[in-house]
């Protein structure tokens, strides 16, 4: 059985940080591109970013560039964004995925597993 379990949501003000991780049990997390995807109330889920299997490449949506650092550790089968500089619009519900593509461009696209999501809440 397929988990994805993601922690380290939270409540906190703009300028702030937080780390998000995501633990994976049940496939092989070395051979899946791996991604954090977010979805505000009201608004359509969005990817933030994503990091090719090897972690050797990894991409952002601009929004963020600059202040999320997206990272895997393979022997742990852990997913990480770190996220600094916080603002009220990166509240949302953050959504850890495995998927099945990975493109520098573009990312990964969509997930073919996916977590329950972890609430981040950014005040001003």
């Known amino acids: 059985q397929v988990q994805l379990v993601e922690s380290g949501g939270g409540l906190v003000q703009a300028g702030g940080s937080l780390r998000l991780s995501c633990i994976v049990s049940g496939l092989g997390f070395h051979a899946y591109p791996m991604g954090w995807f977010r979805q505000a109330p009201g608004k359509e889920r969005e990817e933030v970013s994503s990091?090719?299997?090897?972690?050797?490449?990894?991409s952002y949506v601009d929004s963020v560039k600059g202040r999320f650092t997206i990272s895997r550790d393979n022997a742990k089968n852990t997913l990480y964004l770190q996220m600094n500089s916080l603002k009220p619009e990166d509240t949302a519900v953050y959504y850890c995925?495995?998927?099945?593509?990975?493109?520098?461009?573009?990312?990964?696209?969509?997930?073919?597993?996916w977590g329950q999501g972890s609430q981040v809440n950014v005040s001003s």
């Open positions: 995925a495995a998927g099945t593509y990975y493109n520098a461009r573009t990312g990964m696209g969509d997930g073919k597993y």
């Open positions: 990091i090719h299997s090897s972690g050797s490449m990894t």
